[in-house]
């Protein structure tokens, strides 16, 4: 299993729920009362990921293309993508698709702040960026929802990865907020606080056999770490 599931385990005291990872990639997951399991995304432009860095930096330079050579809509990220990449504007194009296509993480994480940058400047186009990534999290919970089969009346959702508890700018998580409060599921939605290898730890503990309080103690000490 990968991150995002041991990521339930370590934000979840109730030993089930969802997840959204939202890093450099993205990916939610979800395990039930009894064990099942389930995943949507987390193989990027193959299942059509919207959220972590890489898909917001590509969807960037994307809107910046558009402004330099088709006419599009004027955007901060113009400016502070060039900033990102020191160089002139007139070279983001080819030095930021070098940069993503080589997966240059340094400045993949310096355009993805840059995104963030411009939202926070009141960019239109980066607050666009920002809330599809927001609806698209929340529909991905709900599907996960739908596709597991939780018998709970309220569904723990645990946002982890450095997209969301390092985030530079609020908008998607308050879209996710915004959009889970219109479900008819009721969601408690928490920020990680406890690193995901936590929950590996709590995983094997289970399948060792360990009794729910004692499972509970153990996540209590993991999230000291």
Same mark, same amino acid.
């Given at each position: 299993?990968?991150? $995002?599931?041991?990521?339930?385990?370590?934000?979840?005291? &109730?030993?089930?729920?969802?997840?959204?990872?939202n890093? $450099?990639g993205?990916?939610?997951?979800? @395990?039930?009362?009894?064990? &099942?399991?389930?995943?949507?995304?987390?193989?990027?432009?193959i299942? =059509?990921?919207k959220?972590?860095?890489?898909?917001?930096?590509?969807? /960037?330079?994307?809107?910046?293309? =558009?402004?330099?050579l088709?006419?599009?809509?004027?955007?901060?990220?113009?400016? =502070?993508?060039?900033?990102?990449?020191?160089?002139?504007?007139? =070279?983001? %194009?080819?030095?930021?698709?070098?940069?993503?296509?080589?997966?240059?993480l340094?400045?993949?994480?310096? #355009?993805s702040?840059?995104?963030?940058?411009?939202?926070?400047?009141g960019?239109?186009?980066?607050?666009s960026?920002?809330?599809?990534?927001?609806d698209?999290?929340?529909?991905?919970?709900?599907?996960?929802?739908?596709g597991?089969?939780f018998?709970?009346?309220?569904?723990? +959702?645990?946002?982890?990865? $450095?997209?969301?508890?390092?985030?530079?700018? *609020?908008?998607? @998580?308050?879209r996710?907020f &915004? *959009?889970?409060?219109?479900?008819?599921?009721?969601?408690? +939605?928490? %920020?990680?606080?406890?690193?995901? +290898? /936590?929950? /590996?730890?709590?995983? /094997?503990?289970?399948?060792?056999?360990?009794?729910?309080?004692?499972?509970?103690?153990?996540?209590?000490? #993991?999230?000291?770490?």
């Amino acid at each position: 299993k990968n991150d $995002t599931f041991a990521g339930i385990k370590a934000n979840c005291e &109730e030993g089930y729920g969802i997840a959204a990872v939202n890093g $450099t990639g993205c990916c939610v997951a979800g @395990i039930d009362e009894i064990g &099942e399991t389930l995943q949507i995304g987390g193989l990027g432009a193959i299942t =059509n990921d919207k959220g972590g860095s890489r898909n917001m930096v590509l969807t /960037a330079l994307n809107l910046i293309y =558009n402004q330099q050579l088709r006419s599009g809509e004027e955007t901060l990220l113009t400016v =502070n993508f060039a900033s990102a990449l020191e160089t002139d504007e007139k =070279n983001i %194009i080819q030095k930021g698709f070098f940069a993503f296509e080589q997966g240059n993480l340094q400045y993949i994480k310096d #355009m993805s702040i840059a995104v963030y940058k411009s939202a926070n400047e009141g960019d239109a186009a980066a607050i666009s960026i920002l809330k599809e990534i927001g609806d698209e999290y929340a529909r991905c919970i709900d599907a996960v929802y739908e596709g597991l089969n939780f018998t709970s009346p309220k569904i723990p +959702v645990a946002l982890i990865g $450095t997209q969301f508890v390092k985030c530079e700018n *609020k908008t998607v @998580i308050e879209r996710i907020f &915004e *959009k889970l409060e219109e479900s008819a599921i009721d969601y408690d +939605v928490r %920020i990680s606080d406890v690193k995901p +290898v /936590a929950g /590996a730890v709590i995983w /094997a503990a289970e399948r060792a056999g360990v009794s729910d309080e004692q499972r509970k103690l153990i996540r209590s000490k #993991m999230s000291e770490l």
